[in-house]
């Protein structure tokens, strides 16, 4: 029946002035109605009208109203029509069968006309409320199915646990197994997960509410992460009386998350936690050594010339050389340092992949019982990444450069321990050959401030072009006894320091990438000082040229050089370079 239309009732009477008077009746009221004289057409009209309700006398020639209504409802079409049943049968026996049979409602003969409206018309909307209630469950069904949702409700008095018809589906059984008592569901836990539902339940029953996660374990196998959030109940006394709560499936959502999280604070080609997992762990780490009064160190390792394993073995060989390192200080941090295996928890982030090229340890107090504990450690750890690692058919032995920095000495925090770290890093990384340790001091924290003002003085100096001169210094042939050319010296006075020298500022360009830029302008200079003395009328001398090893390698060298000296109209008998061996190895081709 909708909301527009006017209601149906099929009226089965085999007496027609009885049927006669009920249409009367029920026209009055608005409603629309089909008439049967028998059981065998009322059935028939029932399945071809479907009307909204059954008017059925009890006692009829062909079959009597108790077979129909029994029929009616074994038809899934007609479980929850309502059915009045009508007769003049004396004793209760007949209304038990009429209910027996499904009747919604019983009347005796003779009828009141008055009475049989209302009836019918209460009957009808309350057979429209259960149909909506019908359609809602439904639909609220199909919605926790769709949302792997379930719903459960707990009666304090008699311990009886109910669920709607999806909560047994999330557990992975039948709904011949769903729990029946509060505490059943814990059967289908996993047992690491047993502990935290049964603290919450203990709760509940003392009136607490909750909201935990936990696995089940599938018949199949499967393991499924359940939501559960519950709520309880009191009665006027202010005592637990039950709860309610909800149960949904957040497997995906879980994975999702953690995923995320993966992705968030782990490598994902070493499968080694990152910087920012090791920042945190470090940080987890001060704070419990703090309050006990333990010491903590961090090592900071960067691999000796990798840069130039990725050149000649590509990124693949060289994705292969850093998984191998990683394995083997996950393997020295479980067997040296203690840590176990590495899992998602941050705290446990004792080794982590910190830079492309660089990884970071931390030792705790357990290994840090002694002053030269630090030292042996860092000792084992340098001979097991140095072993030969065979990549491609090429044995490799990997050079590292470490820093070390102590807990409470050389940082209060994890920011200034690890830049402590960083700076004692950097200054191993100056040895050429690779393979230094050093373990930070207050004598490098000047020297790094130092350095970064030298820097910035640099960084101006070149924008400004102030403070450079050449310098040149005369060679001399001592058989002629007479001055045959030049070698063009690059000095720099910074106006704070003064005289700067070479050593320092030249290596310092070389790693700010200002080497280029600066060679260019000691050539140009040098160039412009040859076609002065030319102009002069002085004899034509070669002047010498350093040139580095990255400039050597510019592609743009020879027509940075052609144009300089087209410029200042020389040509290659007034200039020449000098190289360092470093230019020339590594790429004979391109150096020829």
Known sequence: MSATSAPLVLVVDDDATTRMLTVEALSVLGIETLEAAGGALALELFRRRLPDLVLLDVVMPDI??????????????????????????????SIDKAYEAGATDFIS??????????????????????????????????????ARMGSWNWDARNELLDGSTTYPELFGVAAGRRPRRLEEPLNFVHPGDREVLEEALEGLRDGQAYQ?????????????????????EFDAQGQVSGAHGTVQDVTEQVDAERRIRYLAYFDPLTGLPNRNAFREA????????SRVGEAVAIVLLDLHRFGLLNDSLGREGADQVLQVVSSRLREFAREVLGSGDVTDDTELATTARYGPDQFAVMARAHVLDGSGSAVEVVGELQARVSAPIEVMKHSLVMQASVGVARFPGHGDSAESLLKSAETALRQAKRDPVGGNVLEYSNRMREQSVGRLQLESSLR???E?????????????????????????????????????????????????GLIIPLSEWVIDSACRQVAQWRDAGLPRRRIAVNLSASHFKFSGLVESVVRIMDRYGLDGRDIE??????????????AV
């Open 460 to 462: 101006l100096a070149m």
């Open 282 to 289: 470090l940080e987890a780490s001060l704070l419990r050594a």
């Open 577 to 590: 370079f000098e190289l360092t061996e470093s230019a020339l190895i590594g790429d004979p081709a391109m």
């Open 212 to 232: 935990v996660d936990y696995r089940t374990v599938w018949p199949d196998g499967s393991v499924h992460t359940l939501r559960d959030t519950a709520v309880p």
């Open 64 to 93: 009597n109203g108790f077979q129909v209504c029994r029929t009616i409802r074994h038809d899934s079409v007609g479980q929850h029509v309502p059915i009045i049943m009508l007769t003049g049968l004396e004793g209760s026996e």
């Open 464 to 512: 400004l072009k102030l403070g450079f001169a050449l310098h040149y210094q005369p060679k001399v042939d001592l058989d002629a006894r007479c001055v045959i050319g030049a070698e063009a010296l690059l000095r720099w006075r910074d106006p704070v320091r003064g005289n700067v020298s070479p050593v320092e500022f030249i290596p310092l360009a070389e790693e700010m």
């Open 109 to 146: 003969k003779p009828l009141n006309w008055t009475l049989l409206g209302h009836r019918v018309r209460y009957v009808l909307r309350a057979s429209e409320m259960r149909r909506a209630l019908a359609i809602s469950e439904a639909r609220l069904l199909q919605a926790q199915r769709v």
